[in-house]
């Protein structure tokens, strides 16, 4: 994954693959920004085409966090694709 600020949002690029099958009408991709003591700084997410998700295979997504403020402490990204029935 691949991060980057832009004024006040923090921008997040990542691939992600899903590994097994999954029947769900639609996904959503999650992050959890943490500093580097683990403390949890900013939540955010993007929602996934579900066309653009196949078994084994790639695609990327980029998830804008807006009003992002304490860009210096952010250490850890923590990414999740949620999938919705």
Known sequence: QI??????SFIIAGEFKL??????ERYRIDAVIRNEKG???QQCGSDVDKRSV????????????????????????????IGFK
Do not use: P, Q
């Open 19 to 24: 590994t097994e099958i999954a029947n769900f």
């Open 39 to 41: 403390l949890f700084l």
């Open 54 to 81: 196949e078994v084994e295979k790639s695609f990327t997504k980029i998830i804008v966090c807006s009003n992002f403020s304490d860009v210096d402490s952010a250490s850890l990204i923590e990414i999740t694709l």
């Open 3 to 8: 991060s980057r600020v832009e004024g006040s």
